[in-house]
């Protein structure tokens, strides 16, 4: 399995990845909302880490024989999963500006019709 | 029922500095009896100042968001200005006044809610070429096997639409190349689409938003977006009278 030291710079990594984005969420730099995924992401890598006979477990139940192989489809599949999210909150969001935009232009308007009387 | 109806001109302008004095002129001169508005979709050259400087009708996006975005926003204001009839028309010379009434007559018999110009009916005036009408052609028959329905001129800008779809196209309308997807939105709307013949001129000035590269991505995107919109209203309900 994992070597002690292996285990423990891992354990390391998992801290500092959970520090950096508490720091974004009190700089207010991400939102809690669009964190949760990531968050998440934390959480497992950390239980992976504490628990790695866990990882062979999932592993060996998809069918997939080398450990690292598996870790990599997990961490793809996960990377495309906030990927999407991401492209649906932008595309929710380009909804919004364009309503926005909409609403002032027809606001700006109206303010210039009712200068005008 | 013969009460006048509030009948508006929706005029979507990106960088038409150098037509939009003319296109606007022309119809203030030739059919007064309509009102127009100008949506300037966040242009990087003088349309905005034009507009300004002659005093015409005008709506002012601040961010450049597509034809889609502008003409949406037109049919916004229609709504929320209780317009009967939105009639909407490219700011670039294209689209001829003097085929205005044509355009409106199905609509005001109430024979159809979604009026097309065609310049493929009558096949005079500009033709566009040939690879593009091959490509109109390819729509219009991905059209004409979702839905059933025969359009020639699915690409035209100018269209004129009831009360029914000012509010419809003002709450959803289809972006980035919009023409054949409003379509196939109108019939699945359970919409009656008509064509009418008119004629179309070649561009005077400025550039047509569909260079030669974007159309390989435009025939991709649009053919993508008809199906996708034919798949998302299903199996289409009933018969409207």
């Known amino acids: 399995m994992i070597p002690g030291h292996l285990r423990v710079t891992l354990i390391l990594v998992v801290i500092s990845y959970f520090i950096v984005i508490l720091y974004f969420l009190k700089q207010k730099a991400l939102n809690l909302k669009y964190t949760l995924l990531w968050l ?3 959480a497992v890598m950390g239980i992976l880490v504490v628990v790695p006979e866990l990882l062979t477990r999932i592993i060996r139940l998809f069918g997939i024989q080398d450990n690292m192989n598996g870790l990599f489809l997990f961490c793809i599949g ?7 999210s991401l492209t649906s909150i932008v595309s929710r969001l380009n909804r919004k500006v364009r309503t926005l935009t909409q609403e002032l232009a027809i606001l700006d308007k109206r303010v210039r019709d009712l200068e005008k009387k | 029922m013969e009460e006048k109806k509030k009948i508006l001109i929706i005029i979507p302008a990106y960088n038409e500095s150098d037509n939009i004095v003319h296109v606007v002129k022309d119809m203030i001169e030739q059919a007064p009896q309509y009102d127009y508005l ?10 905005l100042a034009i507009c300004e400087q002659e005093g015409f009708q005008y709506l002012d996006l601040s961010i450049n968001m597509g034809i889609g975005g502008a003409v949406q926003a037109g049919y916004i204001y229609a709504y929320k200005n209780k317009y009967d009839i939105a009639v909407q028309m490219d700011g670039d010379g294209q689209h001829d006044v003097t085929y205005l009434e044509k355009l409106l007559e199905p609509i005001m018999t109430d024979e159809a809610d979604v009026v097309i110009g065609s310049r493929f009916l009558e096949r005079e005036g500009f033709q566009t070429s040939a690879s593009r009408r091959a490509g109109i052609n390819i729509l219009s028959g991905l059209i004409r096997l979702t839905t059933g329905k025969r359009i020639k001129d699915v690409t035209s800008g100018y269209r004129a639409v009831n009360r029914m779809f000012i509010e419809i196209y003002s709450k959803d309308y289809p972006m980035d190349y919009p023409e054949p997807e409003a379509i196939v939105s109108a019939i699945m709307h359970l919409g009656r689409v008509q064509e009418v013949p008119v004629q179309m001129r070649a561009r005077e000035g400025g550039v047509s938003s569909i260079t030669f590269k974007k159309s390989i991505y435009y025939m991709f995107k649009v053919t993508l977006a008809i199906l996708l919109c034919r798949l998302s209203y299903g199996v289409r309900r009933g018969k409207r009278v």
Request: glycine residues 10%; proline residues 0%.
């Open chain 1, 40 to 42: 998440v992401a934390g």
């Open chain 1, 78 to 84: 996960f990377i495309i999963l906030i990927l999407l």
């Open chain 2, 38 to 47: 100008v949506v300037n979709d966040g242009s990087t050259d003088r349309t």
